[in-house]
């Protein structure tokens, strides 16, 4: 028996760690698509709108601007167009637009005898009621979140999209919720970097914009993608012709806090 | 209701047209085969008379039945582990005669070559069936030492593995929502714990599991791709016992004893795991304070009235408990309840009489902030059987039978609190009647050649109240209709042939054929890799149709040195329609509209499959080779291509060895191989908002890397010493003895080096995992 003991002593000792490891494997190349991604808001009449091609996987990253793009904007109210004009590393730029609530606008993108439309409708902004910071505890570590408080307008679609920007780094999309199954409901979204956690003392800038269903639907997908899905896919887009990418027009708000730190509350 | 009222006509004519055929003078010898010991019945145990070829074998209650002609005969029966039993018999009547036989001494040596039973093998009309025995597999290697069929299963011919450590399997290139998993005749619609790293089966509760991989016969329906049918132990009728074992990660106990003395015994047996001990060596309090953690209980009792008449009653009871603090808590489980009665009406008629009862449930709850929802689904049936068995003459068996299956599933609902920021929904019950007949014949034509031919007719109707919605073409919907209770919203009505042969070319070689079709009419919504308890099921609407599985296959058997040595090889050709996938970015979570999320396709799955198994000897054990395909094809998806299932495995290899070291020590070791699952792996990517975004195109058209492990075991079992009631056994296991680090899951991301760079990095689960269990008995 006393043997036994020994022996159990020793098996309860063994490792049940799972490990992570670079592998190489095989990855189809697939040729360049043509990439949109213009994403309008009312913040600033200044807007940017990026055709570019995407990179076959096994290659680096880098330029691959299209630079012979025809790129406009036509207000459906009205039929005005506003012309986007080229500004070099593949960014068509256009001041003067000024999207309004409501207003349905179509993209047009043409490059050689290629056509690629879409359609979005901007939607009304929905305000916030209060704006905190919080530290949370998941799995051993503590995060910090900003939380946008607020009353979702009920008995109507909304879809609510984040991004986030650490100190000087460049704005990242941080989140995207609709209100399946809270409409109406006073409601709380915790924002943070999933990536780099945001840490006392940086300087956070975060934009939220309400945006159309289909433009929820683009980034729903994306970040549904993980590598337990059985099948990922590429996002839904409204984009037509095959591009990848997104048009968004959406009413948005750009929030400031400086210095950050807990249990202090800040606003744009 | 007219056409059920056909339907019936239909099959009383069919029973009766076989049966005044088929009538003929002779006596007829029937009972029950027991095992001395316990008591328990034993299934699938022949029983043959000398110098004839009249042979036939227990059913699944242990009952046989053989007509002989008047005179005195020598009755043998075999069956593997127990020493054969023989007794002469003078028959000038009819006589009911029932036999226990004694397990065969513990070594496998040559001596007991004897009571080595004639495997079923060769002569067997049945074809694309694995019968397994509990003690035959009790030695093999498993990861954390938990014997586990699921996992066991998934070292025969045609089954695939769902993936490292899982419970889950796919049979011949079907889903895994196609297998029909019973337990004492209830239906499992959850087999797995833990997300399956464990399966619902309990091996010391289980006595005999047969799996069904094609050729299935009448009296199962229900599943397009698989029956795996497994029996629970009756429990000791002789005395009362109590073993049990400790392991690393989970304890067992059974108590099994008579009710009274060899007419009734009653068994329970649970086990419950405890992988949350774990969690106390975590600094947080909150993990501190979190369960993980699974039980399950079977229990059975009979009770034999008089020699015509046995009572079952069967249950089974698991939960999973998984909790974060007390900010989410996630629990799931199944229960079944089987009640049957075996009456036994004439020498050559066997009925059961079975009322079932099954229902899966989960419940998650949160509370967390100012969320506080409880959501919670579940699935429920109650199922009513009545089977017969006729042995008209000893050429021919008989099996018919009527099932009704009333199915009730509620689907995810969201129940909040007023002061929640979430909204209570609640989706729409809905409930299907599944209404069966079926008639099966084995008949040996000649001495040679021999067939099982039947028929089953389903006939299912989804049924009130509710709303139901057509959908257009884009799945839209577009008109929604309002049923009353019990009104019928759709009917399907289905005929599923059956059919088997085997000719026997000479001593020891037969060729099979069989063909079957199956029909489906509930469905699993899988959009994950692991089992999950969440998957959504929803049954045949006016959107989603039967899934059909038309299933051909031819194989070769034979048997040599002196039936020690079993060989076969299968090919099978597999057709399904009415598949079913997800449209992009489908919704299935909490939605009234989830048929119009669907897309519906086809699929076709071939393949051919080797077995050799050396069932004597000090070496025992068996090497099983698979070559396959699997294939789907969906308008919507991959261009309307066929593109590769993801548990499509081209090669499938399995080698299974067990070693009679001494009289106490027992080697054993499996090594398995096999093709990486087909994946979807990004053949594009670009950057959107400063994200690296991956682009796709082909449907599963990589793979994973190919997958093998050896794992290595030890038993040590004293020999019993007879004065002492009292008996312990060890037994020792290395799962993934090399320490092959297999993906569990591959995926990407930036180089840190150069985020222009992606890199693949792939997620191993296991390394080496050692594991020691004690058990103990007295």
């Given at each position: 028996m006393r043997s036994y003991l020994y022996i159990i002593s020793l098996f309860t000792a063994f490792s049940l760690s799972s490990c992570e490891d670079i592998i190489e494997l095989d990855l189809v190349?697939?040729?360049?698509?043509?990439?949109?991604?213009?994403?309008?808001?009312?913040?600033?009449?200044?807007?940017?709108?990026?055709?570019?091609?995407?990179?076959?996987?096994?290659?680096?990253?880098?330029?691959?601007?299209?630079?012979?793009?025809?790129?406009?904007?036509?207000?459906?109210?009205?039929?005005?167009?506003?012309?986007?004009?080229y500004q070099g590393k593949g960014i068509y730029k256009n001041r003067g637009f000024h999207p309004e609530v409501g207003g349905k606008y179509a993209l047009t993108v043409r490059i050689a005898d290629k056509q690629f439309d879409a359609v979005s409708t901007m939607q009304p902004y929905v305000e916030i009621d209060s704006l905190n910071l919080k530290s949370k505890t998941i799995f051993d570590e503590d995060r910090i979140f900003v939380t946008f408080s607020f009353k979702d307008p009920a008995n109507e679609l909304n879809f609510y999209k984040y991004s986030l920007a650490r100190n000087s780094q460049p704005?990242?999309?941080?989140?995207?919720?609709?209100?399946?199954?809270?409409?109406?409901?006073?409601?709380?979204?915790?924002?943070?970097?999933?990536?780099?956690?945001?840490?006392?003392?940086?300087?956070?800038?975060?934009?939220?914009?309400?945006?159309?269903?289909?433009?929820?639907?683009?980034?729903?997908?994306?970040?549904?993608?993980?590598?337990?899905?059985?099948?990922?896919?590429?996002?839904r887009t409204n984009l037509s012709n095959g591009a990848l990418g997104y048009f968004s027009v959406g009413a948005a708000k750009k929030y400031i806090i400086r210095n950050v730190a807990i249990n202090r509350n800040s606003n744009d | 209701m007219h056409r059920t009222k056909n339907f019936l006509i239909t099959l009383l004519l069919l029973i009766l047209i076989p049966v005044t055929l088929l009538a003929q003078q002779n006596y007829t010898i029937s009972g029950y085969i027991n095992d001395s010991k316990s008591g328990e019945t034993l299934l699938n145990a022949t029983v043959r008379i000398l110098n004839s070829s009249l042979a036939t074998s227990t059913n699944a209650y242990g009952f046989y039945s053989i007509s002989v002609p008047k005179g005195t005969h020598v009755l043998r029966s075999q069956l593997v582990g127990y020493s054969a039993f023989e007794q002469t018999l003078t028959v000038d009547k009819n006589i009911t005669y029932n036999i226990t036989m004694s397990t065969a001494s513990q070594q496998l040596e040559e001596v007991t070559i004897s009571s080595l039973s004639k495997s079923k093998n060769v002569d067997n009309p049945q074809m694309g069936v694995v019968n397994l025995n509990v003690s035959e597999i009790r030695k093999l290697p498993v990861v954390f030492g938990e014997k586990d069929i699921l996992k066991t299963i998934q070292l025969l011919p045609g089954v695939a593995s769902g993936g490292e450590g899982s419970a889950n399997f796919y049979v011949r290139g079907?889903?895994?929502?196609?297998?029909?998993?019973?337990?004492?005749?209830?239906?499992?619609?959850?087999?797995?714990?833990?997300?399956?790293?464990?399966?619902?089966?309990?091996?010391?509760?289980?006595?005999?599991?047969?799996?069904?991989?094609?050729?299935?016969?009448?009296?199962?329906?229900?599943?397009?791709?698989?029956?795996?049918?497994?029996?629970?132990?009756?429990?000791?009728?002789?005395?009362?016992?109590?073993?049990?074992?400790?392991?690393?990660?989970?304890?067992r106990i059974k108590f099994d004893g008579p009710i009274v003395k060899d007419r009734g015994s009653f068994m329970i047996s649970g086990r419950r795991t405890y992988a949350d001990m774990f969690l106390l060596a975590s600094k947080d309090e909150t993990v501190k304070s979190s369960k993980l953690y699974f039980y399950d209980l079977n229990i059975k009792a009979n009770y034999k009235f008089d020699d015509r008449n046995k009572l079952f009653l069967s249950g089974y009871f698991g939960q999973d408990v998984l909790g974060y603090g007390d900010l989410?808590?996630?629990?799931?489980?199944?229960?079944?309840?089987?009640?049957?009665?075996?009456?036994?009406?004439?020498?050559?008629?066997?009925?059961?009489?079975?009322?079932?009862?099954?229902?899966?449930?989960?419940?998650?709850?949160?509370?967390?902030?100012?969320?506080?929802?409880?959501?919670?689904?579940?699935?429920?049936?109650?199922?009513?059987?009545?089977?017969?068995?006729?042995?008209?003459?000893?050429?021919?068996?008989?099996?018919?039978?009527?099932?009704?299956?009333?199915?009730?599933?509620?689907?995810?609902?969201?129940?909040?609190?007023?002061?929640?920021?979430?909204?209570?929904?609640?989706?729409?019950?809905?409930?299907?009647?599944?209404?069966?007949?079926?008639?099966?014949?084995?008949?040996?034509?000649?001495?040679?050649?021999?067939?099982?031919?039947?028929?089953?007719?389903?006939?299912?109707?989804?049924?009130?109240?509710?709303?139901y919605y057509d959908f257009d073409a884009a799945g839209n919907p577009v008109q929604a209709?309002?049923?009353?209770?019990?009104?019928?919203?759709?009917?399907?009505?289905?005929?599923?042939?059956?059919?088997?042969?085997?000719?026997?070319?000479?001593d020891n070689k037969s060729l099979k054929l069989s063909y079957n079709r199956n029909i489906q009419n509930l469905h699993q919504l899988t959009n994950s890799t692991s089992s999950l308890p969440?998957?959504?099921?929803?049954?045949?609407?006016?959107?989603?149709?039967?899934?059909?599985?038309?299933?051909?296959?031819?194989?070769?058997?034979?048997?040599?040195?002196?039936?020690?040595?079993?060989?076969?090889?299968?090919?099978?050709?597999?057709?399904?329609?009415?598949?079913?996938?997800?449209?992009?970015?489908?919704?299935?979570?909490?939605?009234?509209?989830l048929d119009g999320e669907l897309v519906f396709g086809d699929g076709r799955a071939?393949?051919?499959?080797?077995?050799?198994?050396?069932?004597?000897?000090?070496?025992?054990?068996?090497?099983?080779?698979?070559?396959?395909k699997s294939e789907r094809k969906f308008e919507a998806i991959n261009n309307g291509a066929w593109f590769n299932a993801r548990q499509d495995k081209t090669h499938n290899l399995s080698v299974v060895a067990m070693y009679q070291l001494s009289k106490t020590w027992t080697a054993g070791a499996t090594f398995v191989y096999s093709t990486g699952d087909a994946v979807t792996l990004p053949a594009g990517k670009y950057a959107v908002d400063n994200r690296t975004v991956y682009y796709y195109t082909e449907r599963n058209g990589s793979r994973m890397p190919n997958y093998h492990r050896l794992d290595l075991s030890m038993t040590y079992e004293p020999v019993a010493n007879k004065d002492k009631r009292y008996y312990s056994s060890w037994s020792f296991g290395l799962y993934n003895a090399y320490?092959?680090?297999?993906?569990?899951?591959?995926?990407?991301?930036?180089?840190?080096?150069?985020?222009?760079?992606?890199?693949?990095?792939?997620?191993?689960?296991?390394?080496?995992?050692?594991?020691?269990t004690w058990n103990f008995k007295f």
């Open positions: 190349d697939a040729a360049p698509q043509v990439v949109i991604v213009a994403d309008i808001n009312d913040i600033s009449l200044e807007h940017e709108i990026s055709v570019f091609n995407s990179i076959p996987i096994s290659q680096e990253l880098g330029n691959s601007a299209v630079e012979n793009a025809s790129v406009s904007i036509v207000s459906l109210a009205d039929n005005r167009e506003y012309i986007f004009n704005l990242k999309f941080a989140a995207i919720y609709n209100d399946k199954f809270n409409d109406g409901r006073n409601i709380q979204h915790d924002i943070t970097d999933a990536d780099d956690d945001i840490v006392e003392g940086d300087d956070i800038t975060i934009i939220r914009t309400s945006v159309d269903e289909q433009v929820y639907n683009y980034w729903a997908d994306l970040r549904s993608l993980n590598p337990g899905s059985l099948a990922p896919a590429n996002p | 079907g889903s895994g929502d196609q297998n029909l998993i019973l337990l004492d005749e209830a239906i499992v619609y959850n087999a797995s714990h833990l997300f399956g790293f464990f399966s619902t089966f309990n091996s010391d509760a289980i006595k005999d599991v047969n799996l069904y991989k094609g050729g299935i016969p009448a009296q199962y329906g229900g599943r397009a791709s698989s029956v795996l049918d497994i029996a629970m132990l009756d429990g000791n009728a002789k005395k009362y016992a109590v073993e049990g074992g400790i392991g690393l990660i989970a304890s989410f808590r996630f629990d799931w489980g199944n229960a079944t309840g089987t009640l049957r009665w075996n009456h036994i009406f004439t020498n050559k008629l066997f009925s059961n009489t079975s009322l079932i009862f099954s229902d899966f449930n989960y419940h998650v709850g949160i509370n967390n902030d100012n969320s506080d929802f409880d959501i919670s689904s579940r699935i429920q049936n109650i199922n009513l059987k009545q089977d017969f068995q006729y042995y008209p003459s000893n050429r021919s068996t008989l099996k018919f039978g009527v099932h009704a299956l009333d199915q009730t599933i509620k689907p995810a609902s969201i129940d909040a609190t007023d002061t929640s920021a979430v909204n209570s929904i609640l989706i729409q019950k809905r409930r299907g009647l599944d209404l069966a007949a079926y008639i099966s014949h084995e008949w040996s034509a000649t001495d040679r050649l021999k067939l099982i031919y039947g028929l089953r007719m389903t006939n299912f109707m989804m049924l009130g109240p509710g709303s209709t309002d049923y009353k209770k019990g009104e019928i919203v759709q009917n399907y009505f289905n005929l599923e042939p059956r059919f088997s042969a085997n000719y026997i070319l000479r969440t998957d959504q099921f929803v049954l045949s609407s006016r959107t989603i149709k039967p899934q059909i599985a038309d299933q051909v296959a031819l194989g070769y058997y034979q048997n040599f040195n002196n039936d020690r040595y079993e060989f076969s090889v299968e090919s099978y050709y597999k057709n399904l329609s009415n598949q079913i996938d997800f449209k992009n970015g489908a919704d299935l979570q909490a939605n009234e509209l071939y393949g051919l499959e080797f077995f050799l198994k050396k069932r004597a000897g000090k070496l025992t054990g068996w090497l099983s080779y698979t070559l396959s320490a092959r680090k297999n993906a569990y899951l591959i995926d990407f991301r930036d180089s840190e080096t150069n985020p222009n760079i992606t890199e693949t990095y792939k997620v191993a689960l296991f390394s080496l995992v050692p594991s020691v």
